[in-house]
């Protein structure tokens, strides 16, 4: 059974940092894609970065710069690295991976930022 568990969350104030974590079980992490993922209220739920089994990562644009996704397979988790948080960026956070063509996700956690 494929597990994802984020965790990191919570509320800061514009411009400071948190670091999400994502375990997961269940997966042979170090071949897999690991995918962020963020919600806000009323909106739809949209890719933020992802990081390949090679460790190469993509970002959509308005977090390239502020955010960094990482990996440590030994581990089987990977993060993401928020600095200089917005008002825009208060979203559900989600850890998603695709094994035997389902995609699976986490639970979330809440990030909130207020200025």
């Known amino acids: 059974q494929v597990q994802l568990v984020e965790s990191g969350g919570g509320s800061v104030q514009a411009g400071e940092s948190l670091r999400l974590s994502c375990r997961t079980s269940g997966i042979n992490f170090k071949i897999h894609r690991m995918n962020w993922y963020r919600q806000a209220p009323g909106k739809q739920r949209d890719f933020v970065a992802a990081i390949s089994s090679d460790g190469s990562t993509n970002y959509t644009d308005s977090v390239k710069a502020r955010f960094t996704i990482s990996r440590n397979n030994a581990w089987n988790t990977v993060y993401l690295q928020m600095n200089s948080l917005s008002v825009e960026d208060t979203a559900v956070y989600y850890c998603?991976?695709?094994?035997?063509?389902?995609?699976?996700w986490g639970r979330g956690t809440q990030v909130t930022v207020s200025s």
């Open positions: 998603q991976t695709t094994y035997k063509s389902r995609n699976n």
